[in-house]
């Protein structure tokens, strides 16, 4: 009796570890919150064997990359700067070629004042005491904002208004609550509902390098189907949509 009851655990077991091994963590730029929210979700709808597998780490994109290399136990990345996976790419953690799905733009976003007409000028005004940015030691688009910053020459007289978000959603939610009067926001941030109330100003795309996104499935995610069905997702017509929604600009469909 007691070797049927141990072959009966033993077959559990073995079901409990084939479950398990179809879950799939993604790391993803905080850029993608409210966008990937949606894809994540549709992507359960249309894959029901897969409907519970996914799980989603959000952070900045050089932080979730130094996480990676110290073998954080992520599938998918979806990354807002494709230097970043490139890296992974080039130190053999990946399991494919770094894929670019979207390119992203940057906003002046204010809940406290009318932005849509803002410029960056505007940002030397006594008005404005505090400017939200992500960190740009390590977020693509608080680099990408220090570099619009530096185009117009106004960096180094702002430079003492900066407060720093952890990343773009941090940065967001600064100037959301009214810890900063003015953000340099992602514009997929600015366009989520309750944030679009406000309106924002899109900050011209020829004053910093290009927020050229990319993601890769790393070595854990090898051979893995449900985080392979979900890279093979990103690319559907109904993902897109949803990514072009939240104001991403889509490569040419294959």
Not at 69 to 91: M, T
Not at 123 to 132: E, K, M
Not at 201 to 207: F, H, K, V, Y
């Amino acid at each position: 009796m007691k070797f049927w009851l141990f072959l009966c655990f033993l077959q559990l077991s073995v079901w409990s570890g084939a479950l398990r091994a179809q879950e799939f963590t993604i790391a993803a730029a905080s850029d993608l919150r409210f966008a990937l929210d949606e894809i994540v979700a549709l992507f359960a709808e249309h894959y029901p064997e897969y409907s519970d597998d996914a799980s989603v780490i959000y952070g900045s994109s050089g932080r979730l990359t130094t996480q990676i290399i110290n073998g954080a136990p992520f599938d998918v990345f979806f990354s807002a700067d494709i230097a970043f996976p490139q890296r992974l790419y080039a130190e053999g953690l990946t399991a494919i070629d770094p894929a670019v799905y979207a390119t992203g733009r940057i906003v002046l976003w204010s809940a406290r004042m009318d932005a849509s007409q803002m410029t960056l000028n505007d940002l030397l005004s006594d008005d404005i005491r505090r400017i939200a940015i992500a960190q740009p030691a390590h977020a693509p688009y608080g680099m990408r904002a220090r570099e619009a910053l530096q185009s117009v020459g106004v960096w180094q007289a702002v430079e003492s208004k900066l407060v720093f978000g952890e990343n773009i959603a941090q940065a967001a939610q600064m100037a959301e609550s009214g810890a900063a009067d003015v953000g340099i926001i992602a514009l997929s941030l600015a366009l989520f509902p309750s944030m679009q109330i406000h309106p924002y100003a899109l900050i011209d795309d020829s004053l910093h390098e290009p927020l050229t996104q990319a993601f890769v499935l790393t070595l854990r995610g090898r051979g893995k189907p449900s985080a392979q069905a979900f890279a093979e997702f990103m690319s559907s017509e109904a993902a897109r949509e949803i990514m072009t929604r939240y104001g991403f600009v889509m490569p040419e469909a294959n």
